[in-house]
């Protein structure tokens, strides 16, 4: 049956796309098999509330946050990892399908698998299934994303030996510890990038009376957070407007601001990887030791962050490597080799549906 299945899987390759999306909070990433890594664009969709088209997706409408006028609309449609607006969601699925089929469009609609938090409930993985076959997909398989990061950053996920994997992306962190092809133990929680941006909002408000938008909250994010104090000083220049007065106004802000915003989020996080831990099978922790945490997601890039945690912790904290693309690389993985990580899945579907 499975040498059956197998030489399906093969001829219908000859006639359509593998793709692999990481369908993230702020940003989308989508691979394509024998091109690799196509798109990387922010999951943010601009919509003309006049007449209900989409006029920009991606980067192009991230550049209109916070400048478009009263009738246009720059959302994001997938909010703490899972979909919170359907019809805008199918929009930029499609618009990424189509995109990253370009000159390279098959005959029958592409084979998909997107990566998914931690916990998903049922009612979101057919939203997300949903709005792939929207999108024009022929077929849709969900995994997953601390198992889909373990597989991308080629930790040994089939063998009989634990590895945890904390994801932090732009809405959720998820914290999974993995073992015999499936997920062990694994916690979710909303304190990501997202959050830290919002900290960082936050403080500017409170000590300089500065209010600044989200995306400058994230330039500076990106370019001068850290957890721990170095010898380097590093500063940033925050532009927004004064609360008193109304009017422009520009300051620096250093890292020292920036780890006294987001250090409450950071304990958050270091307590779930903690409760994790905790609720762990003891031989699986004495593996977790031995091996270490990897880190995947953006959060990852944070200075000093798996020194922190190592500490915290007692237990070694690697960064994976481009942990940007991790879970990504891992749905790719999972499409070229369907069999082997079928139970692994969430949800599959081996039916043949055409697009509509």
């Known amino acids: 049956m499975q040498t059956l299945r197998r030489y399906k899987d093969q001829i219908l390759g000859l006639f359509s796309n593998d793709i692999g999306i990481d369908l993230g909070t702020a940003n989308t990433l ?39 006028p009263a009738h246009i609309l720059a959302v994001q449609p997938v909010v703490d990892g899972v979909i919170s607006d359907f019809e805008v969601t ?15 469009t098959k005959f029958l609609g592409p084979r998909v698998a997107v990566g998914v938090p931690s916990g998903i409930t049922s009612v979101e993985v057919r939203a997300v299934r949903d709005a792939a076959r929207a999108g024009g997909a022929r ?21 009989p030996r634990g590895s945890m994997v904390v994801d932090i992306g732009g809405g959720t962190t998820d914290v999974g510890v993995i ?42 994010k990106m370019a001068i957070a850290s957890v721990a104090s170095s010898r380097d000083r590093l500063e940033a220049i925050a532009r927004g407007r004064d609360v008193v007065t109304g009017l422009p106004r520009e300051i620096l802000i ?31 922790v004495a593996d977790i030791m031995q091996r270490g945490i990897y880190l995947a997601g953006g959060g990852a890039l944070i200075r000093g962050l798996p020194e ?48 509509q």
């Open 30 to 68: 989508v691979y394509v098999k024998g091109r690799g890594i196509v798109i990387n664009e922010p999951s943010i969709v601009a919509m003309n509330q006049k007449t209900g088209q989409v006029v920009a997706v991606g980067q192009q409408a991230k550049d209109m946050l916070g400048r478009t």
């Open 179 to 220: 073992s015999l092809g499936g997920i062990v133990n694994s916690r979710n929680i909303r304190v990501a990038g997202d959050r830290f941006n919002a900290d960082i909002i936050g403080h500017t408000r409170n000590e300089f009376k500065l209010v600044i938008g989200e995306k400058t909250a994230e330039e500076i």
């Open 139 to 159: 077929e849709v398989h969900i995994i997953e994303e601390p198992l889909a990061a373990a597989i991308g950053i080629e930790l040994p996920v089939h063998e």
């Open 90 to 104: 199918a929009e930029m699925l499609s618009y990424l399908i189509r995109k990253a089929q370009e000159g390279h």
């Open 308 to 355: 922190f945690l190592s500490s915290a912790l007692g237990v070694p904290v690697v960064v994976a490597l481009d942990p940007l693309t991790a879970v990504v690389r891992g749905t790719s993985v999972v499409l070229s080799d369907l069999d082997a990580y079928r139970e692994a899945l969430v949800k599959s579907d081996d039916e043949l549906v055409p697009t």
């Open 254 to 284: 250093t890292d020292q601001d920036v780890r006294n915003a987001i250090g409450h989020s950071v304990e958050e996080l270091l307590e779930a990887v903690k409760e994790v831990l905790e609720s762990t099978p003891p031989e699986i």
